[in-house]
């Protein structure tokens, strides 16, 4: 059973930082990509970021480049998002996911992140 653990959510205000932590079990991790994604209230899912297996792909959405650093420890089976600079948009639930490119068959259950002005 697949399983993926997503903390490190909280309150921060605008212009800190958070780091967020996927912890997965379940099958081999190092042989898949890992994503993060994010919804707001009212909007629908979007792509934050992603890695590939050996941590050397990755890749941001606009919004988030330059701010937002994706990163894996393949031995401790965890993925890291590194959010600096956060804005009260970037507030929202963060999932985790893995899968193979293009396609994610596990999810996490969310943490959720907010970012007040």
């Known amino acids: 059973q697949v399983q993926l653990v997503e903390s490190g959510g909280g309150l921060v205000q605008a212009g800190g930082s958070l780091r967020l932590s996927c912890a997965a079990s379940?099958?081999?991790?190092?042989?898949?990509?890992v994503g993060w994604f994010r919804q707001a209230p009212g909007k629908e899912r979007e792509f934050v970021a992603s890695?590939?297996?050996?941590?050397?792909?990755?890749s941001y959405a606009n919004s988030v480049k330059g701010r937002f650093t994706i990163s894996r420890d393949n031995a401790k089976t965890t993925v890291y998002l590194q959010m600096n600079s956060l804005k009260p948009e970037d507030t929202a639930v963060y999932y985790c996911?893995?899968?193979?490119?293009?396609?994610?068959?596990?999810w996490g259950q969310g943490t959720q992140v907010t970012v007040s002005s």
């Open positions: 379940g099958r081999t991790f190092s042989h898949y990509r």
């Open positions: 890695i590939g297996w050996s941590g050397s792909t990755t």
């Open positions: 996911a893995q899968g193979v490119p293009g396609k994610y068959d596990y």
